[in-house]
Nanobody, 116 residues
């Protein structure tokens, strides 16, 4: 399984971005997909997750601003980010997790920088 993220950029506060994560290998629809982020000097944290059955959950800090979605036909998961804040600045990582085999795969990360 390989994950390739894209869409990171430098954006002004209040702006929007859409991140994409394309998966190759495995059965995409059987996996839970998540977006995590890691800011300098901080631990990696969950941003949003969508399960294989479509259930979603979000970090409190992004609720109402970010939306995760998946397209099983394209083997891709998206993170639509609106109302971006400087504290959203981080490297964003895509994660694919199989809930039965408990296997986890990470992408290489994409940088999101929000200027004030």
């Amino acid at each position: 399984v390989q994950l390739v993220e894209s869409g990171g950029a430098l954006v002004q506060a209040g702006g929007s971005l859409r991140l994409s994560c394309a998966s190759s290998g495995g059965i995409f629809s059987a996996n839970d997909m998540g977006w995590y982020r890691q800011a300098p000097g901080k631990a990696r944290e969950l941003v949003a997750r969508v399960t294989s059955t479509g259930n979603q959950n979000y970090a409190d800090s992004v609720k109402g601003r970010f939306t995760i979605s998946r397209d099983n036909g394209k083997n891709t998961v998206y993170l639509q980010m609106t109302g971006l804040k400087p504290e959203d600045t981080a490297v964003y990582y895509c994660n694919q997790y199989h809930p039965i085999w408990r296997s986890s795969t990470w992408g290489q990360g994409t940088q999101v920088t929000v200027s004030s």
